[in-house]
C-alpha cells in the first residue's frame, strides 16, 4: 500500500479533531458521494454531520425535487444559499452541500472564508453509476444523465477548483477516501 493510502491511527485523527477549528465543508457534483462521506468523516472527528439539501428541505417542509417543481432553480438557490449561510456559524461540524451550491459566488466565498473546503470529485462513469441509484436528482429528469453531468462538471469545474483540498473519490471503499479527506486535511492545517 503506498504512503498515500495509509489511514490515520486513531490518536492521530483524534488530534487532529481537536486542531479544526471551523466547519469542514465538501462541495462537488451530485454522485461524488459527499453525503456519504461527509457521515463517515464526521463520525471519524467526532462531530455533528449536516446535509445542506436535508436542511433545506427541512426548512421548505418540501423535498427538493417538489421546490424544483413548484418554484424552480432560482429560488432553490437562494433558499440553498441562506441555508449553508445557517450553517456557516463557526461551529465544528461537518456540511455536505448539494452540487450547485458553491457555484453560487456569494455562497462559495462564504465557505471558503469560514469553513475548510473539500471538493470532492469522480469521473463521469462513477457520477453516471450513481446517480443512477436515485430518480430524486431535478437537474437530470429531463434529458440524458451522462450529457447533463458532463457538461454540468465541466461548467462548475472553475468554481470547484477555488476549493484548497481536492479529492478524487473512486470505486474503491468509502473508507479509503475518508482517510484521504483526513490526511489532506491534517496537511492543508
Same mark, same amino acid.
Given at each position: 500500500?503506498?504512503?498515500?493510502?495509509?489511514?490515520?491511527?486513531?490518536?492521530?485523527?483524534? $488530534? +487532529?479533531? #481537536?486542531?479544526?477549528? /471551523?466547519? !469542514?465543508?465538501?462541495?462537488? *457534483?451530485? &454522485?461524488?458521494? =459527499?453525503?456519504?462521506?461527509?457521515?463517515?468523516?464526521?463520525?471519524?472527528?467526532?462531530?455533528?454531520?449536516?446535509?445542506?439539501?436535508?436542511?433545506?428541505?427541512?426548512?421548505?417542509?418540501?423535498?427538493?425535487?417538489?421546490?424544483?417543481?413548484?418554484?424552480?432553480? $432560482? +429560488?432553490? #438557490?437562494?433558499?440553498? /444559499?441562506? !441555508?449553508?449561510?445557517?450553517? *456557516?456559524? &463557526?461551529?465544528? =461540524?461537518?456540511?455536505?452541500?448539494?452540487?450547485?451550491?458553491?457555484?453560487?459566488?456569494?455562497?462559495?466565498?462564504?465557505?471558503?472564508?469560514?469553513?475548510?473546503?473539500?471538493?470532492?470529485?469522480?469521473?463521469?462513469?462513477?457520477?453516471?453509476?450513481?446517480?443512477?441509484?436515485?430518480?430524486?436528482?431535478?437537474?437530470?429528469?429531463?434529458?440524458?444523465?451522462?450529457?447533463?453531468?458532463?457538461?454540468?462538471?465541466?461548467?462548475?469545474?472553475?468554481?470547484?477548483?477555488?476549493?484548497?483540498?481536492?479529492?478524487?473519490?473512486?470505486?474503491?471503499?468509502?473508507?479509503?477516501?475518508?482517510?484521504?479527506?483526513?490526511?489532506?486535511?491534517?496537511?492543508?492545517?
Amino acid at each position: 500500500m503506498d504512503h498515500d493510502e495509509t489511514e490515520l491511527s486513531t490518536a492521530e485523527i483524534d $488530534a +487532529l479533531a #481537536r486542531r479544526i477549528d /471551523r466547519p !469542514v465543508v465538501l462541495v462537488g *457534483m451530485m &454522485g461524488t458521494g =459527499k453525503s456519504s462521506i461527509g457521515r463517515r468523516l464526521a463520525a471519524a472527528l467526532h462531530l455533528p454531520f449536516v446535509d445542506a439539501d436535508e436542511a433545506i428541505e427541512e426548512a421548505a417542509q418540501l423535498s427538493i425535487a417538489e421546490i424544483f417543481e413548484r418554484h424552480g432553480e $432560482a +429560488l432553490f #438557490r437562494d433558499g440553498e /444559499r441562506r !441555508v449553508i449561510a445557517r450553517l *456557516m456559524d &463557526g461551529e465544528r =461540524k461537518v456540511i455536505a452541500t448539494g452540487g450547485g451550491a458553491f457555484v453560487n459566488p456569494e455562497t462559495r466565498a462564504l465557505i471558503l472564508s469560514k469553513a475548510i473546503t473539500v471538493w470532492l470529485d469522480a469521473d463521469i462513469d462513477t457520477l453516471v453509476e450513481r446517480t443512477a441509484r436515485k430518480d430524486t436528482r431535478p437537474l437530470l429528469k429531463n434529458g440524458n444523465p451522462r450529457e447533463i453531468l458532463t457538461r454540468l462538471r465541466e461548467e462548475r469545474r472553475p468554481a470547484y477548483a477555488e476549493a484548497p483540498i481536492h479529492i478524487t473519490s473512486g470505486r474503491g471503499p468509502q473508507s479509503r477516501t475518508v482517510a484521504r479527506v483526513l490526511k489532506e486535511i491534517d496537511a492543508w492545517l
